[in-house]
């Protein structure tokens, strides 16, 4: 029902900025959608263009089975939450909830008794009437999303919903969003520059770079096979180590060592090809010992993470790589150590265009997950 | 421990820095007087006087009456001239507040080539090239339409001039106004006009108020345009009558003129105290950020 299939959609500004770019996408019904991105990267005008706030400059565009491409806003059948929640100053928190219902032309009494209940379900029940101005910023963002919700729309629109909340609320807010999502089971689009956000909630993420998308996944595909240089930079609490390297004899040469290639490169490079070895530092083992399998350095730095230590390591030819290792493994500073590379986890990368070397997914490797819990 | 011998002259500068100090607070307090003295003299004459059995030009403890007020009641043109006074003033401040919420919303929210030359070109015509320039134009242009001597005539005139500074007031104030107000309704299905109805004309209250308030207080204030387009006596406001207010023998009548101006002055100051106490003349309208 409130499936979204959108094709070949452009949309250019009057000032000659391409937001979004010949952009093919479907979203399933009832799908938490994340669109991830950079700011400037087209995520909201795709967001506002499917709420029909902007009109797209070519391309077509369906909610629910049904051609929205050309219509308003109002008959799209959608709900959007506003970064800064856009509640009403100047009408009470019950008011707000039913302002939509008030516009479907719901009779009075039935739209307060069902923004009352809609409010209580989001435990806004003591603040019913109260104005925006006398609530705090969870409280806001709660009301806005009972606006949304006793709308009972085919799609919800978030955009940065959680931006505006202290970091400890936005936690705190963001599991309550998924489980709200989970009971209303609505199709949403949500639109966040956080990475963290996106991999939390999302049933599916699309990174936009420049008003296209650069990979669609799920957050588990996103995370562990970025699907190029920009989304593997992107994605990630710890930046992904992107180690310049050159194929030698069926190997790695990186930093002065050998690192063994991928199985997933495998016959998709040649010698003397110019890569990037991808490696997070959370698939990245440290060997204590200057001899054997991995990138060979001292340690410079360590980083207390809370249940683990970040280790950078600088190698040879000026390159440094991280590694996290559990609390109480980490080595001192100063120590010769090897940084090795999960191998069914290392990507590698061209150098020449950035994209994923071996097309294929990886095979999920039981071993190499239970050798490394992921994140 | 020894005390690094510090020179006593860093003690004696400190003194004279103090003494500097109360020096120029002293002077500043004495300037602050006169130049507060000066203000409050006239105010206190026009606190005085209107019950002064003899009120002269100065200020001066009055014999007390309420005749100066009797007087004012028995004037053929003194209380009427207050109605009229109203009359102009609601009218251009209807005329005035409508247009100019229209006109500024508009011009805020659609994007139109050259709009803020527009709005600083019509800025700069209606406040400073008109006033007395425009008056023989603006005279012959309401003698051909017919108006003289009708208020519609006064007030088309006078909201003709008050309309650009208050489109250009009411246009800052707009573009305050997050358009996410207006977005969410509109994806909540609301027309253009539930939009203005619902949402944008309660956000934009305190603008409306403010503009609504000074719009009347130009026109209370107002002597030259009424004073030229206004033959009837029994027609012109009281800015106007004002100046009529002489004895047999070609003075001043200051009894008359004392209580009157104080008539004069309450309701503006009435409405000055009812919006900075709703307002505060805060350019937001409960709008946290």
């Known amino acids: 029902m409130g499936n979204v299939r959108i094709r070949s959609l452009t949309k250019v500004f009057p000032n000659g900025v391409r937001a979004i770019d010949e952009l093919d996408l479907d979203i399933a019904d009832g799908e938490f959608f994340a669109l991830l991105g950079?700011?400037?990267?087209?995520?909201?005008?795709?967001?506002?263009?499917?709420?029909?706030?902007?009109?797209?400059?070519?391309?077509?565009?369906?909610?629910?089975?049904?051609?929205?491409?050309?219509?308003?806003?109002?008959?799209r059948d959608v709900a959007m939450v506003f970064q800064d929640y856009a509640l009403y100053p100047h009408m009470t928190v019950v008011d707000n909830i039913a302002y939509p219902?008030?516009?479907?032309?719901?009779?009075?009494?039935?739209?307060?008794?069902?923004?009352?209940?809609?409010?209580?379900?989001?435990?806004l029940e003591s603040m019913l009437t109260r104005r925006p101005a006398q609530l705090s910023g969870g409280q806001q963002q709660r009301v806005?999303?009972?606006?949304?919700?006793?709308?009972?729309?085919?799609?919800?629109?978030?955009?940065?919903?959680?931006?505006?909340?202290?970091?400890?609320?936005?936690?705190?807010?963001?599991?309550?969003?998924?489980?709200?999502?989970?009971?209303?089971?609505?199709?949403?689009?949500?639109?966040?520059?956080?990475?963290?956000?996106?991999?939390?909630?999302?049933?599916?993420?699309?990174?936009?770079?420049?008003?296209?998308?650069?990979?669609?996944?799920?957050?588990?595909?996103?995370?562990?096979?970025?699907?190029?240089?920009?989304?593997?930079?992107?994605?990630?609490?710890?930046?992904?180590?992107l180690l310049p390297a050159t194929v030698t004899g069926g190997a790695l040469r990186v930093g002065g060592s050998a690192v063994p290639l991928p199985p997933t490169a495998a016959g998709h490079v040649r010698d003397g090809d110019e890569v990037i070895l991808g490696a997070r530092p959370e698939f990245a083992v440290v060997e204590r010992g200057p001899d054997g399998d991995g990138i060979a350095g001292t340690v410079a730095i360590l980083e207390n993470l809370g249940t683990e230590f970040l280790v950078t390591v600088e190698a040879e030819d000026g390159v440094t790589v991280q590694a996290t290792v559990g609390e109480g493994e980490e080595p001192a500073e100063g120590e010769e150590v090897r940084v090795r590379p999960i191998e069914h986890r290392a990507l590698v990368y061209r150098a020449s265009d950035g994209e994923l070397v071996g097309s294929e997914r990886t095979v999920e490797d039981d071993a190499a997950v239970a050798e490394r819990a992921p994140v | 421990m020894t005390a690094p011998a510090l020179p006593r002259s860093s003690t004696d500068g400190e003194g004279m820095f103090l003494v500097r100090a109360v020096l120029a607070r002293i002077g500043f307090y004495v300037f602050a007087v006169v130049v507060g003295a000066f203000f409050a003299l006239p105010l206190a004459w026009l606190v005085l006087a209107p019950f002064d059995k003899n009120p002269t030009l100065s200020v001066q403890v009055p014999s007390p009456t309420l005749g100066n007020f009797r007087d004012v009641f028995r004037d053929p043109y003194a209380w009427p001239s207050l109605r009229n006074s109203i009359v102009l003033a609601l009218g251009t401040m209807a005329i005035?507040?409508?247009?100019?919420?229209?006109?500024?919303?508009?011009?805020?929210?659609?994007?139109?080539?050259?709009?803020?030359?527009l709005l600083y070109v019509l800025l700069l015509f209606s406040s400073i090239v008109?006033?007395?320039?425009?008056?023989?134009?603006?005279?012959?242009?309401?003698?051909?339409?017919?108006?003289?001597?009708?208020?519609?005539?006064?007030?088309?005139?006078?909201?003709?001039?008050?309309?650009?500074?208050?489109?250009?007031?009411?246009?800052?104030?707009?573009?305050?106004?997050p358009r996410s107000y207006e977005e969410s309704a509109r994806v909540f299905g609301a027309s253009s006009f539930q939009v203005l109805r619902d949402v944008v004309a309660p956000v934009a209250r305190p603008g409306f108020a403010v503009?609504?308030?000074?719009?009347?207080?130009?026109?209370?204030?107002?002597?030259?345009?009424?004073?030229?387009?206004?033959?009837?006596?029994?027609?012109?406001?009281?800015?106007?009558?004002?100046?009529?207010?002489?004895?047999?023998?070609?003075?001043?009548?200051?009894?008359?003129?004392?209580?009157?101006?104080?008539?004069?002055s309450i309701p503006v100051v009435v409405m000055y105290l009812f919006v900075n106490r709703r307002y505060g003349f805060r350019f937001h309208g409960g709008i946290k950020r």
């Open chain 2, 130 to 177: 008109t006033g007395s320039a425009a008056m023989v134009p603006l005279f012959l242009l309401v003698f051909d339409l017919g108006l003289i001597n009708s208020y519609v005539g006064v007030v088309l005139v006078l909201a003709g001039g008050l309309l650009p500074a208050a489109i250009f007031i009411l246009k800052d104030f707009m573009d305050g106004l």
């Open chain 2, 211 to 264: 503009i609504a308030v000074w719009a009347i207080v130009n026109v209370w204030g107002n002597f030259l345009i009424p004073f030229i387009l206004l033959r009837d006596p029994s027609r012109q406001p009281a800015a106007v009558v004002v100046y009529n207010f002489y004895t047999e023998g070609g003075q001043a009548n200051l009894r008359l003129l004392s209580a009157f101006s104080l008539l004069y």
């Open chain 1, 38 to 75: 950079p700011s400037g990267c087209g995520k909201t005008t795709l967001l506002r263009t499917l709420a029909g706030l902007e009109a797209p400059t070519s391309g077509t565009l369906e909610i629910g089975g049904r051609d929205v491409t050309r219509l308003p806003p109002g008959p």
């Open chain 1, 101 to 123: 219902l008030k516009i479907k032309k719901v009779a009075k009494g039935e739209r307060r008794s069902k923004a009352g209940e809609v409010g209580t379900n989001l435990g």
């Open chain 2, 96 to 117: 005035v507040v409508l247009l100019a919420a229209f006109a500024s919303y508009a011009l805020s929210r659609v994007r139109i080539p050259g709009r803020n030359v």
């Open chain 1, 144 to 241: 806005a999303l009972a606006r949304a919700i006793a709308y009972r729309p085919q799609l919800f629109l978030l955009d940065e919903p959680l931006s505006n909340l202290d970091a400890r609320l936005r936690l705190e807010a963001r599991t309550f969003l998924k489980r709200l999502q989970n009971e209303v089971q609505t199709t949403t689009v949500y639109v966040t520059h956080d990475q963290a956000e996106a991999l939390a909630l999302a049933d599916r993420i699309a990174v936009m770079e420049g008003g296209r998308i650069r990979q669609l996944g799920t957050p588990g595909e996103v995370f562990k096979r970025p699907a190029n240089l920009f989304v593997a930079g992107f994605i990630g609490s710890l930046q992904m180590n």
